[in-house]
């Protein structure tokens, strides 16, 4: 991902967290905790896809060619779970090249670019709402996974460790073996919890205030919210430390209350 756009994604999801929580002022001591980690939260998730266009733009210059749109839209199909998604609609796969060859004809001068917005429009329509009505236990591993990863930075490259909380993994390249296999399981176990809640029955959402309860059940007290809300601030290894608890949180909990709160996680954008 190039930084210019994994910036924008994150930047995004700042002013999406923001905007939640103005629209939606906490009630009570847990809420407001919870919102806390809420615009973490969203910048994180949103960050996976504010690289898919940006590279792009330097494509072609004037009229693309087949080649640069082939090369666009190969990039959107390597994004967690959207290349799936693109395989199983022939009519998405429609609107990708068009949003490509549009965006390599006229490029974006403000905000994000025609693929970042198709992307997350893809995760909006057809990802969160799978992922809302995954089973407990294919939420809990696809966060398990998300933890074991966190876990592995944190013994081997705090640097890295810390980045995947403040800004998601920009440089999978720069993981070693045991890491990427690990960041391999975490593409694969959300598929897994994509495809079965695809065809499973909805599930209520939960609160603002019930989540809160859960992780202050999970272990969480008002510093820990303290250190999500600074996370920029925090040095790489305190950054990293709270990435780890971030991830670890669900496995805390019983089945059932992990369950709630990893689809919380996977879902927040």
């Not at 965006?103 to 709402?129: C, H, M, V, Y």
């Not at 009505?133 to 944190?154: G, W, Y």
Request: proline share 5%; with cysteine.
């Amino acid at each position: 991902m190039d930084n210019l756009g994994v910036l924008l994604g994150i930047v995004s999801g700042l002013v999406l967290g923001a905007y939640l929580r103005h629209r939606h002022p906490a009630r009570g001591r847990l809420a407001n905790l919870s919102q806390f980690a809420l615009i973490i939260l969203v910048a994180t998730v949103a960050g996976i896809l504010g690289g898919v266009g940006e590279h792009y733009l330097r494509l072609a210059a004037g009229t693309p060619s087949a080649g640069d749109v082939d090369k666009a839209m190969a990039a959107i199909r390597q994004q967690p779970l959207i290349g799936l998604v693109i395989s199983e609609s022939p009519a998405l796969e429609g609107e990708v090249r068009s949003a490509a060859e549009a965006e390599l004809k006229n490029p974006a001068k403000t905000g994000p670019d025609r693929l970042w917005q198709l992307g997350a429009s893809i995760r909006q329509r057809f990802i969160i709402p799978a992922l809302r009505k995954a089973s407990d236990e294919d939420a809990l591993n696809a966060v398990k996974a998300f933890q074991d990863l966190a876990s592995h930075l944190q013994r081997t490259s705090v640097p890295l460790c810390s980045e995947l909380g403040k800004r998601g993994m920009q440089r999978p390249d720069k993981l070693d073996r045991g890491a990427q296999e690990i960041f391999k399981r975490t593409l694969e176990t959300q598929e897994i919890a994509y495809r079965n809640g695809k065809t499973a029955s909805p599930r209520p959402l939960p609160s603002d205030d019930q989540v809160g309860q859960l992780f202050v059940k999970a272990g969480y007290q008002e510093r820990d919210f303290e250190g999500l809300r600074r996370l920029e601030q925090l040095s790489d290894a305190d950054a990293c430390a709270a990435t780890v608890k971030l991830y670890g949180a669900p496995s805390r909990l019983s089945p059932q209350e992990g369950g709630v709160l990893a689809r919380y996680i996977l879902t927040i954008s």
